[in-house]
């Protein structure tokens, strides 16, 4: 196995993840899942995913693709390829599995999942986030983690705008 493989094995195919969900599930793990477009990685985004995790044995990332991210923030985005993105969430420990999805929300991936807790970031309330009435009604639960202040995307980038 090479250095890096155990990286790479973390980006799954929707079909692979939903086999390896049934493992998972098959062996008693809680499954998470959140999603973005984890554009510019930041440290809002890592404090984010890493308290995510803490809700269950095996966090899934859902990764927005660059079609997807372009209709939903714009033709100057992703700033990173989603190939480097996907790399970059799933080099991180506490992010288990990496699924891009490229429609507008995550919800068919979250139905083909099923995971125990749905977490997002606190610009959301629990009525606006895709996937919480689904998630609630399989006996689940859904998190909002408090964003931290002074970190997102947009402001990096209009803060290197500027320079």
């Given at each position: 196995?090479?250095?890096?493989?155990?990286?790479?094995?973390?980006?799954?195919?929707?079909?692979?993840?939903?086999?390896?969900?049934?493992?998972?599930?098959?062996?008693?793990?809680?499954?998470?899942?959140?999603?973005?477009?984890?554009?510019?990685?930041?440290?809002?985004?890592?404090?984010?995913?890493?308290?995510?995790?803490?809700?269950?044995?095996?966090?899934?990332?859902?990764?927005?693709?660059?079609?997807?991210?372009?209709?939903?923030?714009?033709?100057?985005?992703?700033?990173?390829?989603?190939?480097?993105?996907?790399?970059?969430?799933?080099?991180?420990?506490?992010?288990?599995?990496?699924?891009?999805?490229?429609?507008?929300?995550?919800?068919?991936?979250?139905?083909?999942?099923?995971?125990?807790?749905?977490?997002?970031?606190?610009?959301?309330?629990?009525?606006?986030?895709?996937?919480?009435?689904?998630?609630?009604?399989c006996g689940g639960s859904v998190e909002i983690i408090p964003f931290v202040a002074g970190y997102s995307t947009?402001?990096?980038?209009?803060?290197?705008?500027?320079?």
């Open positions: 196995m090479q250095k890096l493989d155990w990286i790479q094995q973390k980006i799954y195919s929707r079909e692979d993840l939903e086999r390896e969900c049934h493992v998972w599930r098959a062996t008693g793990k809680k499954l998470v899942f959140t999603n973005g477009c984890f554009d510019i990685l930041h440290h809002g985004h890592l404090d984010l995913l890493a308290k995510a995790a803490d809700f269950g044995n095996i966090l899934i990332l859902g990764l927005n693709t660059d079609n997807s991210v372009q209709r939903l923030k714009g033709p100057d985005r992703p700033i990173t390829n989603e190939n480097d993105r996907a790399f970059q969430v799933a080099s991180l420990l506490c992010v288990d599995a990496v699924c891009l999805f490229d429609e507008d929300t995550p919800e068919e991936l979250i139905k083909l999942i099923k995971p125990d807790v749905l977490v997002k970031g606190g610009d959301y309330t629990i009525d606006n986030i895709v996937g919480a009435e689904f998630v609630q009604s947009t402001s990096i980038i209009d803060r290197i705008k500027k320079l």
